[in-house]
C-alpha cells in the first residue's frame, strides 16, 4: 500500500433523530443492551472526489428495550487522485470511514447528554476493523 494523499475538504451532519421511549423503566432496568448498527455509503462524485457518508442507530425493539432510539449520518467529501484504483481505494474504504467515526462518537455523545438520558459514548475501537469483518 502506498502513501496516502487523502484529505476531508468538509463534513456535515446529514441526519440527527432522537425519540424518547417514555415506557423505558430506569429505575427498574440494571443494564441496558442497544441494539446499534453502522453502515456506510461511499459515493463517486469524480475521478478524484468521493463522499463517504456514516450512520449510527440505536432501535427500540420490543424483545429489547432501549430507552431511546437514535439515528445520526454524517457524511465527508474527501480527495484522494484516483480514488477507485484498487490499491488506493482501501484508503476511501478504511481511512475515510476512520476519520469520520470520532465526529459521530462527539455527536452522539453530545445528543444522548443533552436529551437528558444518561450519555451514551461509543467505544474507542477499529471501525474500518469492524466494517472488514461484518463485509464478510
Known amino acids: 500500500m502506498g502513501k496516502s494523499d487523502l484529505l476531508l475538504l468538509k463534513y456535515q451532519v446529514d441526519t440527527i433523530h432522537f425519540s424518547l421511549n417514555e415506557k423505558f423503566d430506569f429505575k427498574s432496568t ?12 461511499i459515493d463517486k462524485i469524480d475521478e478524484n472526489h468521493c463522499k463517504v457518508s456514516l450512520t449510527f442507530s440505536v432501535d ?18 474527501f480527495k484522494l487522485d484516483n480514488w ?5 481505494s482501501v484508503f ?6 476512520a476519520i469520520l467515526y ?10 444522548t447528554a443533552n436529551a ?7 467505544p474507542v475501537f ?3 476493523a469492524w466494517f472488514e469483518e461484518n463485509d464478510k
Open 102 to 111: 470520532p465526529f459521530v462518537r462527539s455527536l452522539v455523545a453530545t445528543l
Open 92 to 97: 476511501i474504504n478504511t481511512n475515510a470511514v
Open 84 to 88: 477507485e484504483e484498487d490499491d488506493r
Open 30 to 41: 440494571k443494564s441496558v443492551k442497544l441494539n446499534q448498527n453502522f453502515s456506510r455509503i
Open 126 to 128: 477499529n471501525i474500518a
Open 116 to 122: 437528558n438520558v444518561p450519555a451514551y459514548v461509543l
Open 60 to 77: 427500540d425493539r420490543e424483545e429489547n428495550p432501549t430507552p431511546f432510539e437514535l439515528n445520526v449520518q454524517i457524511s465527508g467529501i
